[in-house]
């Protein structure tokens, strides 16, 4: 590695560190949790906890994955063709559940089918990966149930359940709309500094028969998008860069909802694209990956996770 590589290298670890950011403020994993019993607050709109990152960290990225390509020996404009899968990858999925205890029953208890339900709808929305369910586990812990991004009990949770993260995409179940998200993940360029906290979690009732209008699956197809590379559909608003890939329009905020015709908030040509997995529509909008974003999973999982495959 030459010398501006090295230092290129050091900044990317650095920002790595501070790389995952809950759009709420974050709070200890033993405190502020509903009584047991307690109606649960669901969001009322998408809210994911990846972190949109600004201009500047987004550029840094870049430049470090454009260096990863020169010395893996990638030529300018190398891609896969968007319509043939690289192969499976297999699904570790981790159950987090809560017991009430005294008050009896459980919330967040999924079933191995209802795993498998949500593996099969990430087959579905994916033209260019297959996913297999290979593991699957079921554990009642009540600071991982509650957890936020960020805290203590997401990194014990992780340690404890985690499947190896460069041979298994681990997904979690858990309480995560008790803390107004419906999921977050891990970009694949955390991987290499962070293996321990890969993967991506989910609210237990977004998976398919969920709570509407969430109730299709897409929260985790949403969410795999960013841990295989992918930025939001609204990234960088109406900037020239924007999510860095050429066709996804320019979409100046997140689209919340369901409609037919298309929204224009951007000066540059194309309409928002809210039918997009990446974008917050509702799940029975989302449809689509488009090519580009295609193009640049595949080179993220050659780059970053090119031993995730069966």
Not at 178 to 200: C, H, I, M, T
């Amino acid at each position: 590695m030459n010398q501006k590589s090295g230092v290129l290298g050091l900044a990317v670890a650095a920002l790595l560190l501070t790389g995952s950011v809950c759009l709420l403020p974050q709070s200890s994993a033993t405190t502020s949790h509903p009584a047991a019993g307690a109606r649960q607050i669901k969001p009322l709109v998408r809210v994911c906890g990846t972190s949109d990152l600004v201009e500047r960290d987004v550029d840094l990225i870049e430049r470090f994955i454009a260096a990863e390509r020169r010395r893996r020996g990638f030529k300018p404009g190398q891609v896969l063709p968007a319509n043939v899968s690289l192969g499976t990858i297999p699904v570790a999925f981790h159950c987090v559940y809560y017991d009430f205890g005294f008050f009896g029953g459980s919330e967040g208890l999924l079933t191995e089918a209802d795993a498998q339900a949500q593996v099969d709808a990430l087959s579905a929305a994916y033209t260019n990966v297959d996913f297999s369910l290979e593991i699957f586990t079921q554990t009642q812990n009540y600071d991982w149930f509650f957890h936020s991004p960020g805290s203590q009990a997401e990194r014990n949770m992780k340690l404890s359940l985690g499947a190896d993260s460069s041979e298994f995409l681990n997904i979690y179940s858990t309480g995560l709309s008790y803390v107004g998200l419906l999921g977050y993940a891990k970009f694949p360029w955390n991987q290499r500094k962070s293996p321990e906290l890969d993967g991506v979690v989910i609210s237990y009732d977004s998976i398919p028969g969920g709570l509407a209008p969430y109730d299709e699956g897409d929260t985790a197809v949403h969410e795999v998008g960013h841990w295989l590379g992918l930025y939001h559909t609204f990234q960088g608003g109406c900037r020239r860069r924007n999510d860095t890939v050429d066709d996804t329009p320019a979409e100046a905020a997140p689209f919340y909802g369901c409609v037919t015709a298309q929204p224009d908030t951007c000066p540059a040509p194309g309409v928002d694209p809210i039918f997009n997995f990446m974008d917050y529509s509702d799940d029975a909008c989302l449809i689509e990956f488009t090519p580009g974003q295609v193009d640049r999973m595949n080179t993220m999982i050659q780059l970053f996770r090119p031993n995730i495959f069966q």
